[in-house]
Every structure is written in structure tokens, then in C-alpha cells.
């Protein structure tokens, strides 16, 4: 049993996750990590129920990645948007039909009309479909380089289906609060960690960099050294194959450094990624400026309510409710501490510390009703939401 209903969403929709991930991206990633990589080598094959095991083309499992890519993610984005279009259109219009053909009134209520269409079926299908469209370009967008284009296509039209099903083909939904995506943040940061263990497993990329610091910078004879030659005991013919072993049939010491260097770009990529993810959250706030204005705002009228009379507590309280605009410069302005408040605050600090409460209430109130840290132009640009409530008597 779960403790809280959000608890429930996020374990249905993380098990929801990885059985949509596991049907979708198996194919490509037995391509990408396993097919070729365990076949053995001229000689000392390696066989499973009497059979050989499955190798790759003379190019690789690269290329044959973004054929898979090209089916998979283009055939269910089509497939995905076609039944979103077509099965909420056939559905509302049997409702519709059953409507018209029955004997009842057609001057039917708001909510007869909500209770005739189709039920909202929540935002975890449409989580769903966004970050495993995610996955197709961060994982395997290398292989295709056109994938980012047909999701963007594929997104522009996939706008225009939501909005249709939301306001014409679906009931109302309740609209419900929320801190965050959820569980959803989680599976896109995984997916990002995950796509450098593709980058550095999967591409030859680091295999050039390594081979060129080896040999002052040139990739002259790249192909001929990545070609190593079969065991002379195993075959009467040259016969030459792509890894990196020696003439006995044993890794070499390249093969070695190579996996010592993927190991150090995983690292590397993933604190990179964290460090630019920590330098964006600090530039760009969680929360707007004016928002946080608006907070500020609540909280002080909240407080001056508190220390006030029931009367100017109902006022202040119905002024928080009703007000939507405020001026941010003259919020904060009307609540800054002077700089005589400050110096009189810290010479009193240690000899009276429990009358700093109330002191830095007294300067509050004493800002809202003279406004001497506010310019004339700025006195006069004030809402009247944002001047000083007259309470009945001093607080305690």
C-alpha cells in the first residue's frame, strides 16, 4: 500500500516505463551492444545450440541501428497518431449517432453534454510517449541523423490532436495542482546518463582519437591497423578480420587502453552533464521573480493580519484573495529595513534580543504608513492593493 496517491502514480507510471522501454528499445540495443561482439574469431567460433552466433556487416551494427531507428520511430509515431486521431473521432461519433437516434431531449445540460463523451484517460500515456520519443534521439539520434526533424514534425502535428481530443472528443479534466512531473524528471535524467554508455560502446569515434594520439595526430593506415589476422593454424589463406587481437588470437594492449579510455568518457560525459545541469538551474530560478514578489506580499499582509483586529484581519485576509496586480519595485521598496533600523537593530541585538521581532514588525508598519524609503514617483505608482491596512489598534 502506498501513503500517498502521488506514491501510487510514480511506481505505476516508473513500471509502465520500463515495460514500454524493454518492448521498444530491445531490438536496438541487441544490435547496438550485443550482435557481432561475441561471435569469437576465425577458428574459434563460438556456436549456441549447434549454430553460430549472429555477426554484424562488413560496416558494423551502425548502420543497421538507424534502419532500425527509421522503422521503430516512424512507424509508431504513425501508428500513435493515427489512433489518437482515429479512435476518439469513431468513438465520439457512435455517442453522437446513439444521441440522435434516441427519443431523448435535445436541449440536454453542461453536464449531460461532459457526460456523453469520452472519459479523460490521464497524462501518463502522454508522459509516455514524449519520453520514449526522447529516448529515440538521445540514445540512438547518431544513427539517424534525421530523427530530431521527424519528431519535431511529428510533435507540431501531435499539438493539434491533444488540443482536438482535450476541448472537443474528451470530457473536462479536473485540474489538479502539481509540484512537478513526477517520476517523468527522473526518467529523462536516466536516459540522458544512459546515452553516453551508447556514445561510448557503439561509436568509432573514440577509437579514431585514441589510434591518432598514438600516432602524432594522423589516422594514416586507420583501417589496416583495425583489421587484425587470423591464427596461421586455422586456415592455409590470409585471412584478416575486424578486432583487436594479436597473431595468436589474444587481445592486445589496445584493445585495452581503448576500454580504459570509454570508461573515462562515461565519467567525464556524466559530470559534465551534471555540472551544466547545476549551472542552468542556478541562472535560470525555479520560481519567477514576480512570483516570488507575490509570495512575499501574501505573507506580510498575512502576518500584519495576524497582529490585527478581527475586522482589518477579514480585510487583509479578502485583500490577499482579490488582489492580482503588484508593483514589485515598491513591494520591495515599502518592505526593505532602513539603514537607521539597521544600525539600531544591531547595537540592540545582544543587549535585547526579544524585542527584535517585535522592532522589525514596528518598521514594517512604520514603512507602509510614511513610505520614506519610497520616491515621490514611486509613492504614486503604488496600487491601492499594496498601500497599508488601518487596523483599530497597536499591536501587542
Known sequence: ????????????????????????????????????????????????????????????????????????????????????????????????????????????????????????????????????????????????????????????????????????????????????IGIWFLVLRWMTLLSAFLIAFTSESLTHVLYAAQHQGSTKGYTNFTLAVAPRETTHESCRYEDFRDHKGFLNKFHYELAVLRLAFILCYVALTYFISGVISAFIPDTPKDIQDARKRRRFLATQALQSTPAAANEAYARVRTSTQINPLAFRMATKPSKQHHRHRSNDAKSHPESMKHEQQHHLDKSWKNHTDLTPDERNSAPASLMPLETESKPP
Open 1 to 180: 500500500m502506498y501513503r500517498t496517491e502521488r506514491e501510487h502514480e510514480d511506481s505505476l507510471a516508473w513500471k509502465a516505463y520500463w515495460f514500454q522501454f524493454v518492448n521498444t528499445f530491445t531490438p536496438m540495443f541487441y544490435i547496438a551492444f550485443f550482435k557481432g561482439r561475441f561471435v569469437g574469431y576465425p577458428g574459434h567460433r563460438r556456436r549456441m545450440a549447434g549454430m553460430l552466433l549472429e555477426s554484424c556487416d562488413i560496416g558494423g551494427c551502425f548502420a543497421e541501428v538507424g534502419f532500425q531507428l527509421i522503422i521503430t520511430m516512424c512507424g509508431k509515431q504513425f501508428v500513435s497518431n493515427f489512433m489518437e486521431f482515429a479512435v476518439p473521432a469513431m468513438t465520439h461519433y457512435l455517442r453522437t449517432r446513439k444521441k440522435l437516434n434516441s427519443n431523448t431531449e435535445l436541449t440536454a445540460t453542461f453536464l449531460d453534454q461532459q457526460y456523453k463523451l469520452a472519459p479523460f484517460e490521464g497524462l501518463t500515456s502522454e508522459y509516455m510517449e514524449m519520453v520514449i520519443q526522447f529516448g529515440f534521439i538521445v540514445l540512438f539520434g547518431a544513427a539517424f541523423p534525421l530523427a530530431p526533424m521527424f519528431s519535431l514534425l511529428n510533435n507540431i502535428f501531435e499539438i493539434r490532436l491533444d488540443a482536438r481530443k482535450l476541448v472537443v472528443q474528451s470530457r473536462r479534466p479536473l485540474a489538479r495542482r502539481a509540484q512537478s
